[in-house]
């Protein structure tokens, strides 16, 4: 069993920044791949970036390439995504989720364990 919990949002202007964490706690962290997903209002939910056990791999949504960085510290137990140059769209909820399986994964469906995701509002 793996517990997320996610960090870093809030309101920010268009074409800001912000820092987005993930802590896990549970079993060994370096077993999991990771990704970033989020979820506006009256959409589904989508990927916006995975990264494989080591860091070695990494996948981003072309809406988001060029602009977000996802990142990992197995030693802290923690994932990252950096954001830059925000946009209003990129307006959601963000999640963090957990595979158990340690090479990149893009599905929803791949992820076994989700956070409860923590809100980025971007004003134009």
């Known amino acids: 069993q793996v517990q997320l919990v996610e960090s870093g949002g809030g309101l920010v202007q268009a074409g800001g920044s912000l820092r987005l964490s993930c802590a896990a706690s549970?079993?060994?962290?370096?077993?999991?791949?990771m990704g970033w997903f989020r979820q506006a209002p009256g959409k589904e939910r989508e990927i916006v970036a995975a990264?494989?056990?080591?860091?070695?791999?990494?996948y981003y949504a072309d809406s988001v390439k060029g602009r977000f960085t996802i990142s990992r510290d197995n030693a802290k137990n923690t994932v990252y995504l950096q954001m830059n140059s925000l946009k209003p769209e990129d307006t959601a909820v963000y999640y963090c989720?957990?595979?158990?399986?340690?090479?990149?994964?893009?599905?929803?469906?791949?992820?076994?364990?989700w956070g409860q995701g923590t809100q980025v509002t971007v004003s134009s």
């Open positions: 989720a957990a595979a158990s399986i340690r090479r990149l994964i893009t599905t929803t469906t791949g992820y076994d364990y």
């Open positions: 549970g079993r060994t962290f370096s077993s999991y791949a």
């Open positions: 990264i494989n056990w080591g860091g070695g791999s990494t």
